[in-house]
């Protein structure tokens, strides 16, 4: 449990051990403040196979300047982690640069089953430069949206450039 801290001046707030086997039932991250991390990180990366992070919730909790260049969250498939549910709630994400796959790069495997879910819900994203989208990747998978409000964000709503892999929040504010 991340509870009421301020986080700043770091690289990626948790990242999958590598070579060492590990499982998290449950990450929650609440009431928090995270500001200023480095660029080219992830602010959650677990990619590596080895970790098999179950549940993340992160509630009420404000992201400034970071993930230039990265993503914002990644998972890949990991067979432990069939069934992975991320609840990002009643957060403000502001100038956060998650350029490379996008904000939420959250996959099962190539054949693309979608065993994973992202609620997405009352959430503001602000100040996002062009080349930020919620997935720049057709193997992403359940994104689901509700009640989010966007300000100069555009890219995060809008089918552009044909949207061909990206993945949009056609509900949003």
């Known amino acids: 449990n ?14 999958d051990p590598g070579e060492t086997a590990c499982k998290v039932n449950e990450l929650n991250i609440t009431n928090s403040y995270f500001h200023e991390m480095g660029d080219g990180k992830r602010f959650i990366d677990s990619q590596k196979k080895k970790c098999a992070i179950l ?14 260049g990265s993503d914002f969250f990644r998972f890949d498939y990991n067979a432990a982690q069939k069934g992975l549910v991320i609840n990002f709630e009643h957060n ?19 054949a693309g089953n979608k065993d994973f879910t992202c609620n997405i819900k009352n959430n503001v994203f602000a100040d996002m430069s062009t080349g930020v989208f919620f997935s720049q990747d057709n193997k992403t998978d359940n994104l689901v949206f509700a009640n989010n409000n966007y300000y100069n964000a555009g890219t995060l709503q809008a089918n552009v450039d044909g949207g061909l892999g990206k993945v949009f929040d056609t509900t949003g504010l």
């Not at 509870?3 to 990242?15: I, K, S």
């Open 55 to 68: 549940k993340v919730n992160m509630n009420h909790c404000t992201v400034a300047n970071c993930c230039k």
């Open 92 to 110: 403000t994400l502001y100038k956060v640069e998650a350029t490379s796959k996008g904000l939420f790069y959250v996959r099962s495997n190539a």
């Open 2 to 15: 991340v509870n009421n801290v301020e986080v700043t001046g770091y690289g990626n707030l948790v990242v």
